[in-house]
């Protein structure tokens, strides 16, 4: 999703690697794969100067608190904080007892120098295939992720899954990723991504090819499942021409765009010896293209009940229906018969509007979220559907840029507090 304005984050449209919006196709109640707004990672820059205003105001208040109360206090606070107490949201870490807790995400280290001495949270359980994500800050031009923060999500995520997929490359978030699991010692693999333009002649393939690159070289591929070239290429090559068939003659000069990218991807793995290493791309449920299909290993699809108008009770089943029944089928039918994944799913929890609280029949609340996770996760895990669930926590700045419910997919909120849900507790495949 951006080059510019990186802004890799799942489920809706959003800038591609140029900084242009992408838009969103609805073609009724069969719709799958995009959220209906517009995102911008303008808003990011903007959320981010928000909190450092707020944090700028914060210190202030605390530096007149610290000449009345004890300096050593912020000492041991600073001590805690360079010593690599991870905080979720950019803030230092708490310690106390013998270990290091996070209070925002309770994640607490038994050795705050340590991230793999996490200690693990009852309320988790290992039970999704899979998780769409991308570190917060994974945007250029600020790149505003880091390290710490990456640290706590994969100690959180470990915990909910064995499976990651990102979107794009860009800020060096495939290092960032391989890094942290590599420090907090979590079996956990990574499908790598590639968000590229098809209007920029290569320019932001290549530069996250070469970031993918030297994330192999650094860290082997012990961590790596696949490298996925493309994220809803088809769905915004063949809207943004006017037309809604991937197959057309329309979407066939798409594919001829994105086909060389997926095979110069192979030919950079072939030259690191690393020709088995699969290769896939992701797309809206409605928009996989057959000539793109045939180069790939593996197809991932965005297929969410929400936005096909389905009610709760019937969201679990409709997505195995319509993923099964256009995704795995048209695959299948290939003669080399890709392997299909679910990309996206899940329900959102809230709506910052009450005229987008609803899709139809049924309200976007906890509750719902609940019964989603109760009649999808175990049952898809039972039935071989390897799946990857959207999302990992809110992004409040897709709220403040588009309102409705962009912003509340997240299990977690924002500073990576668990909502009120139970997971659900079988084991992932």
């Known amino acids: ?80 904080k360079n010593s690599k107490t991870l905080s979720t949201s950019g803030g230092s870490g708490s310690s106390g ?57 994969i100690q959180l995520l470990s915990q909910l899954t064995p499976r990651i997929r990102l979107y794009g490359a860009d800020c060096n978030q495939s290092a960032l990723v391989l890094e942290a699991i590599k420090q907090t010692k979590v079996n956990m693999s990574v499908y790598l991504g590639n968000y590229p333009v098809a209007t920029d002649n290569g320019t932001a393939y ?28 088809m769905l915004n090559w063949v809207t943004g ?55 790939v290993d593996y197809g991932m699809a965005n297929v969410h009940p929400w936005f096909g108008n389905v009610s709760i009770d019937d969201a679990a089943g409709w997505t195995s229906d319509f993923f099964q029944q256009n995704d795995v089928a048209q695959a299948q039918a290939l003669s080399n018969k890709p392997k299909m994944y679910i990309a996206e799913t899940g329900w959102p929890t809230k709506s910052s509007n009450a005229a987008a609280a609803s899709d139809g029949p049924s309200l976007a609340s906890e509750a719902n979220l609940q019964i989603f996770l109760d009649t999808f996760v175990c049952q898809a895990n039972s039935n071989g559907t390897g799946y990857f669930y959207f999302e990992f926590y809110d992004e409040t700045w897709k709220d403040v840029t588009f309102g409705g419910v962009e912003g ?19 084991q992932s495949p």
């Not at 140029?18 to 969103?24: L, Q, V």
């Open 1 to 80: 999703m951006s080059a510019n304005n990186q802004g890799y984050h799942d489920s809706s449209p959003e800038l591609d690697p140029e900084g242009r919006k992408y838009g969103f196709s609805n073609t009724g109640t069969a719709t799958v794969g995009s959220g209906g707004a517009l995102w911008t990672a303008d808003a990011a820059r903007r959320t981010k100067r928000s909190k450092m205003m707020m944090i700028g105001g914060g210190l202030a208040l605390i530096g007149v608190i610290i000449i009345v109360v004890v300096v050593g206090v912020v000492v041991s606070k600073n001590n805690s």
């Open 206 to 233: 290549e530069r996250q090819r070469d970031l993918i690159q030297s994330a192999i070289q650094t860290y082997g591929t012990q961590h790596i499942a696949g490298v996925t070239v493309g994220n809803e290429f």
């Open 97 to 153: 007892g013998s270990g290091s807790s996070n209070s925002n995400s309770s994640v607490t280290q038994t050795n705050p120098n340590d991230p793999s001495t996490f200690v693990k949270n009852p309320k988790l359980h290992q039970s999704f295939w899979g998780m769409a994500y991308t570190p917060a800050g994974s945007q250029l031009p600020d790149c505003g992720n880091s390290l710490s923060e990456v640290i706590t999500d």
């Open 241 to 295: 021409n006017g037309v809604n068939d991937p197959n057309s003659a329309v979407g066939n000069q798409g594919a001829a765009i994105l086909i060389p990218f997926i095979n110069d991807t192979r030919s950079m793995l072939a030259a690191m010896n690393l020709g088995s290493m699969p290769v896939g791309t992701a797309d809206a449920g409605s928009y996989f293209n057959n000539e793109v299909l045939q180069v």
């Open 408 to 426: 509340w997919w997240g299990l977690f909120t924002a500073n990576r507090t668990l909502k009120n849900i139970e997971i659900p507790n079988c």
